[in-house]
């Protein structure tokens, strides 16, 4: 049986939903820095208390970060990613109105946010699926 690294599956599953470590540390509180974030990513065994604070803000069972090898999270993540067609406009037109531009750019964060969302619903369906096997 493979060695589950529990820090880096929390590692990779923040990354994949685009949280940066400040902001992991501020959700779980004050008495969370970068740094200790940074600390409990390269631990390769969590307490349990602290697995169930990170699993609570991240909405990922604690289940994954306890029961995936980074093999396997990868893949699945690299599979999850890899369909992101029509994400991004990397050359959106505008008229010349500022408002406009703002409006625009506005909408199509809502729509990129919509998106990630419904794509995390989907990869929590799958994740939940693999745990139960």
């Known amino acids: 049986m493979k060695h589950i690294h529990e820090g880096r599956?929390?590692?990779?599953f923040r990354e994949m939903l685009g949280i940066k470590q400040e902001a992991l540390a501020f959700e779980l509180?004050?008495?969370?820095?970068?740094?200790?974030?940074?600390l409990l990513e390269q631990k390769e065994t969590v307490e349990p208390a602290v697995l169930q604070q990170v699993s609570a803000v991240l909405k990922i069972p604690v289940e994954a970060f306890k029961n995936f090898d980074e093999?396997?999270?990868?893949?699945?993540?690299?599979?999850?990613?890899n369909d992101t067609q029509g994400i991004i406009n990397y050359s959106p037109t505008f008229n010349n109105d500022p408002i406009e531009k703002?409006?625009?750019?506005?909408?199509?964060?809502?729509?990129?946010?919509?998106r990630m969302l419904k794509e995390k619903d989907e990869m929590m369906a799958r994740l939940e699926k693999m745990i139960a096997h």
Do not use: P
Not at 9 to 12: G, M, P
């Open 9 to 12: 599956n929390i590692k990779r």
């Open 71 to 81: 093999e396997q999270a990868v893949t699945f993540i690299s599979s999850t990613l």
């Open 29 to 38: 509180g004050d008495d969370w820095t970068q740094k200790k974030v940074s």
């Open 102 to 114: 703002i409006m625009q750019l506005h909408e199509e964060k809502i729509a990129l946010y919509e």
